[in-house]
């Protein structure tokens, strides 16, 4: 008996007098497993579902957006690729922000939702709904809602996930690449030629016509505001022509949203004022057209 308890404690003394030190030998090994289960348990029940929410916010504010992505639950990143999840936080602006606040949290042993409210560096309040899940005794982010940012009660969406969204949508990057910078050129100028024809003859009719279908009809721009807005233009006797001679600058490279929209933001050196644009185009086959427009004459400093 005492050889067998000495064998396991690594002792090879067989002597009754050394049965305490086994004894002690045993316990102590004993007592080092219980209190390694207990550390273990204790943190597994003392982990805190909101610090792995910060940490993936923590992660963005940074810029590393891979190890945020890497970092969620596969159930997350299967609803869409990695190139559309940093689409999408660029589009909402969320890594952009300087403080958190969990205002509402339901936590069970497998799943918690924290609701809350991200302060972005610009002041703008964004509401947003976390889902966590624990896998292997580790948190991991599951699903992240968010609201408009304009009105705290506004429904909350779910931007990370192409379930539920049609093929024309899940394609839209992949069957319609950005252009080649010659075309971007044209493209822009374009427009903007056209707008400053309108504005000259007092007349919107051919640009209006210009613009594109999903802008006139599913959003539902009239005619009438399209008048309303430029008739600024047509006041101060705005002249936008030397667009055509000058080469425009893109303040940011040009991009593909997740919805399909072709942002294209710059400006034209022109003188005496620089023509600022902001220009949204969506395809329509078989060319790209407008469907959103900002455009400023600004005198450069």
Request: some cysteine; aromatic content about 10%; glycine content about 6%.
């Given at each position: 008996?005492?050889?067998?308890?000495?064998?396991?404690?690594g002792m090879k003394n067989?002597?009754?007098?050394?049965?305490?030190?086994?004894?002690?030998?045993?316990?102590?090994?004993?007592?080092?497993?219980?209190?390694?289960?207990?550390?273990?348990?204790?943190?597994?029940?003392?982990?805190?579902?909101?610090?792995?929410?910060?940490?993936?916010?923590?992660?963005?504010?940074?810029?590393?957006?891979?190890?945020?992505?890497?970092?969620?639950?596969?159930?997350?990143?299967?609803?869409?690729?990695?190139?559309?999840?940093?689409?999408?936080?660029?589009?909402?602006?969320?890594?952009?922000?300087?403080?958190?606040?969990?205002?509402?949290?339901?936590?069970?042993?497998?799943?918690?939702?924290?609701?809350?409210?991200?302060?972005?560096?610009?002041?703008?309040?964004?509401?947003?709904?976390?889902?966590?899940?624990?896998?292997?005794?580790?948190?991991?982010?599951?699903?992240?809602?968010?609201?408009?940012?304009?009105?705290?009660?506004?429904?909350?969406?779910?931007?990370?996930?192409?379930?539920?969204?049609?093929?024309?949508?899940?394609?839209?990057?992949?069957?319609?690449?950005?252009?080649?910078?010659?075309?971007?050129?044209?493209?822009?100028?374009?427009?903007?030629?056209?707008?400053?024809?309108?504005?000259?003859?007092?007349?919107?009719?051919?640009?209006?016509?210009?613009?594109?279908?999903?802008?006139?009809?599913?959003?539902?721009?009239?005619?009438?505001?399209?008048?309303?807005?430029?008739?600024?233009?047509?006041?101060?006797?705005?002249?936008?022509?030397?667009?055509?001679?000058?080469?425009?600058?893109?303040?940011e490279p040009p991009r593909?949203?997740?919805?399909?929209?072709?942002?294209?933001?710059?400006?034209?050196?022109?003188?005496?004022?620089?023509?600022?644009?902001?220009?949204?185009?969506?395809?329509?086959?078989?060319?790209?057209?407008?469907?959103?427009?900002?455009?400023?004459?600004?005198?450069?400093?």
């Open positions: 008996m005492i050889k067998m308890q000495d064998e396991k404690c067989e002597k009754p007098a050394r049965l305490h030190r086994v004894w002690s030998c045993c316990i102590l090994h004993s007592a080092l497993l219980v209190l390694l289960l207990l550390a273990a348990c204790g943190a597994s029940r003392d982990s805190d579902p909101a610090d792995t929410a910060n940490t993936f916010f923590q992660l963005l504010s940074a810029g590393k957006t891979r190890q945020a992505y890497d970092s969620a639950a596969f159930t997350f990143q299967a609803g869409q690729s990695f190139e559309r999840f940093e689409q999408t936080v660029h589009e909402l602006g969320i890594a952009n922000y300087s403080a958190i606040t969990w205002t509402q949290r339901s936590v069970n042993e497998k799943e918690a939702k924290l609701d809350g409210e991200i302060v972005t560096k610009n002041g703008n309040k964004v509401p947003v709904a976390v889902t966590l899940v624990k896998s292997s005794g580790t948190w991991k982010l599951y699903a992240l809602r968010t609201g408009s940012g304009k009105d705290s009660a506004s429904p909350m969406e779910n931007p990370f996930t192409l379930v539920g969204k049609g093929p024309e949508f899940n394609d839209a990057m992949s069957r319609h690449p950005i252009p080649p910078q010659k075309e971007l050129v044209a493209l822009t100028r374009e427009v903007l030629l056209k707008l400053d024809d309108a504005v000259k003859r007092k007349d919107f009719t051919e640009f209006y016509a210009s613009i594109s279908d999903q802008w006139r009809n599913d959003v539902g721009l009239s005619f009438k505001r399209v008048e309303r807005t430029y008739q600024p233009f047509i006041d101060a006797g705005a002249d936008m022509k030397d667009v055509a001679t000058v080469e425009p600058i893109f303040t593909i949203t997740s919805t399909g929209l072709l942002i294209v933001n710059g400006y034209f050196p022109t003188q005496p004022n620089h023509v600022n644009f902001k220009l949204d185009f969506v395809y329509e086959l078989p060319n790209w057209k407008l469907f959103g427009i900002d455009v400023a004459l600004v005198r450069p400093q």
